[in-house]
């Protein structure tokens, strides 16, 4: 069963109409095959157009849909061998960000993402991909390893945040996020990071200062989520749609700033819609992004990874 | 400190009547609730002389008291796009800028300085609360950088002093990447082997305690403040549960390990002189970089280059910096340069 977003609505009673003939079938009347299909393409139209011309409090929802793929499902589908490592040697093993060792297209690297989780009991075993300080910390460590064995780090962002939680402030989420940004920057190897749903504030961040940021065509990039920016300067989270336009998230938007580097294009309808395309595309982008990065020496990767940020919202000013 | 004119001055009025009273005359301590006169608030840099809280410090006053003799020289931030967004909530952004700047007199949420602490050369970032909430947006990002490389150029410590509520929402995702932006710059800092000391000030949360202020060799706390990264209510709405005693306090992270000291006002000066003598003693065996390379730095940056680092205790290193330009508008009246106000000189 499909899950529709309010804005699809008009889709969904197409396909819904498509579906209920195509139970009908056999009664030799009317030609179905033919009515089917005058819709099929009807419904194919608007829902090119609909995703065409996504707002950006639209794109918010796609990239929150429950069936858009996951952490999982890149792995499964682009990573070879893949070995799941877990902890971060101090305090626990935080499932809300995974990562491991595998191949990606014959080559070994490190891999890592905040996992959202696709059913109830997934949600709440990722702690719906919200991490505490023990999530970063085993990013560091995985990072670390990567260094260790000259392995490139592929990492997948998709977190409403960072958990806010008196047991994750206790431990050092600042310190935890801070560090993780730190040792992105510090990385001896290539890191290349896709932003795949959301890319929520300083948890995304904290995985995703690399040499390459690449965003999928209908996720959304924020520093904070446009509901809690609307609550604070608007003092209602009913803006949060004008709020979402304002704060410029999406991978167009985010492309023009200078923030993110390749827009990864998503099948008609979303990501959702069609995941071995999604995975095709996206697997396509990072081996792309990746070979640009190959044969760079680590002081090289360095430089130029450090001068990328340093330059952003720069351009235009005194040269 | 306009609430406290606000706040303070009609209760004032009822006790002495509808008489004059000038504003800023007495402050009412948040802590305990007690009446401090200005004077005495002035004498005991902002920290209430009955119960010890510390208030919050206009920057030029904690300019003073920290430098040898109030003696600073702040440098001239680079230029950074103005509304990048062409952000507007209730108001725009460009007009939320134009207040702030008209009310505190700096450009932005952070000003760098450079001079002496018991005559030894650093250089430090402080923030500006008054300044929208001393938020993180472009412009601190280039002050944080154009900190570091004065600190690398000039081979002083560098002391970042943040007073924040976090990232600039009005300047969208550019905030957020100021959290990479200023972990770049305490980075070039470490890598020149040069002491990062962070002295966080109520208060230090959001982007700015997940980024550069958490990332210090040696992390200061003033008592008192709060420093997290989520707020308290985003908390408390997710845990559904009232939060601990002191939670989120610079002593609740000195109890949990994420500070080394809690370090009152009036001994920061000896504070941090004492650690940068020890951590600097073993720095000055190591050969200096050439001096072509800082240059190239700072030409990088375009940020204006400092007179050369003067020997250790130079007296004359004052002739060419001058005196703390301005009194801050928010300590009630307009005191010259030397506040006399330390009581640890
Ligand atoms: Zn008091």
Not at chain 1, 63 to 73: E, G, Q, S, V, Y
Not at chain 1, 93 to 103: E, H, M, S
Request: aromatic share 6%.
């Amino acid at each position: 069963m499909r899950n529709y977003l309010d804005f699809e609505q008009p889709i969904a009673e197409l396909e819904g109409k498509i579906e209920e003939l195509r139970h009908l079938s056999d009664d030799g009347e009317v030609n179905i095959a033919d009515e089917v299909s005058r819709l099929q393409t009807k419904a194919d139209k608007l829902l090119r157009q609909t995703y065409t011309k996504l707002s950006p409090w639209q794109k918010v929802q796609v990239a929150r849909h429950p069936n858009r793929p996951h952490f999982c499902d890149y792995v499964e589908a682009l990573i070879d061998d893949y070995m799941p490592l877990a902890g971060d040697r101090a305090f626990a093993d935080d499932k809300a960000i995974q990562g491991g060792l595998g191949r990606f297209r014959g080559r070994p690297v490190v891999v890592m993402g905040h996992e959202k989780g696709a059913d109830t009991t997934s949600r709440v075993k990722h702690n719906f991909g919200m991490a505490r300080p023990e999530g970063y910390r085993k990013a560091i460590r995985l990072m670390e390893l990567a260094e260790r064995f000259k392995l490139p780090v592929l990492t997948f962002v998709d977190t409403s945040g960072a958990y806010p939680g008196v047991g994750a402030e206790e431990r050092g989420q600042a310190e935890a996020i801070a560090r993780s940004i730190e040792t992105c920057l510090k990385l001896n190897t290539p890191i290349v990071s896709t932003v795949i749903g959301e890319g929520g504030s300083g948890g995304a961040i904290a995985i995703a200062a690399a040499d390459s940021v690449l965003m999928l065509e209908h996720a959304v990039y924020s520093v904070i989520s446009p509901e809690g920016c609307a609550a604070i300067l608007w003092g209602t989270a009913d803006q949060a749609s004008a709020v979402a336009e304002a704060l410029k998230i999406t991978a167009q938007d985010l492309t023009q700033l200078g923030c993110v580097d390749a827009i990864i294009p998503e099948p008609v309808g979303g990501a959702h819609r069609d995941i071995d395309a999604t995975m095709k595309a996206a697997g396509d982008a990072i081996e792309a992004a990746l070979s640009k990065l190959t044969g760079l020496d680590a002081a090289a990767l360095i430089k130029a990874r450090r001068a990328k940020y340093v330059a952003i919202g720069r351009e235009g000013l005194n040269g | 400190m306009n609430w406290l004119t606000n706040w303070v001055r009609p209760k004032i009025k009822a006790l002495v009547g509808e008489a004059d009273v000038p504003d800023n005359l007495w402050h009412k301590c948040p802590s305990c609730g007690q009446m401090i006169f200005h004077r005495d608030l002035d004498a005991h840099i902002n920290v209430c002389q009955h119960c010890g809280h510390h208030l919050r410090i206009p920057l030029a006053k904690r300019f003073e008291h920290l430098f040898d003799d109030g003696v600073y020289t702040k440098i001239e931030l680079p230029r950074v796009k103005i509304d990048p967004l062409k952000f507007r909530d209730k108001k725009r952004y460009t007009d939320r800028l134009k207040e702030a700047q008209a009310k505190t007199d700096t450009g932005d949420a952070i000003v760098v300085a450079h001079g002496k602490i018991k005559g030894k050369p650093v250089v430090i970032a402080a923030f500006n609360f008054q300044f929208m909430g001393g938020s993180m947006g472009m412009a601190v990002g280039e002050g944080m950088l154009a900190a570091s490389r004065l600190a690398v150029m000039q081979k002083a410590p560098l002391i970042a002093i943040p007073s924040s509520g976090g990232a600039r929402m009005q300047e969208g995702i550019l905030s957020l990447m100021q959290m990479p932006r200023t972990t770049i710059a305490v980075e070039e800092v470490k890598e020149a082997g040069l002491p990062y000391i962070v002295l966080m000030t109520d208060p230090t949360t959001g982007g700015v305690s997940a980024s550069f202020a958490m990332l210090g060799d040696i992390h200061i706390a003033e008592p008192g403040a709060q420093i997290g990264f989520a707020g308290r209510r985003v908390i408390e709405q997710t845990v559904r549960e009232t939060l601990p005693e002191g939670f989120q306090t610079a002593e609740y992270l000195l109890e949990h390990g994420m500070i080394d000291l809690v370090v009152p006002r009036s001994e920061q000066r000896e504070t941090l002189a004492n650690l940068i003598g020890l951590l600097m003693d073993g720095v000055k065996a190591i050969a200096p970089p050439p001096a072509q390379k800082a240059k190239d730095a700072a030409a990088d940056l375009d940020i204006p280059t400092p007179e050369k680092p003067s020997t250790d205790g130079d007296k004359d290193a004052k002739a060419d910096t001058k005196p703390a330009a301005k009194s801050d508008e928010n300590s009630g009246e307009k005191s010259g340069a030397k506040s006399g106000a330390a009581p640890t000189e």
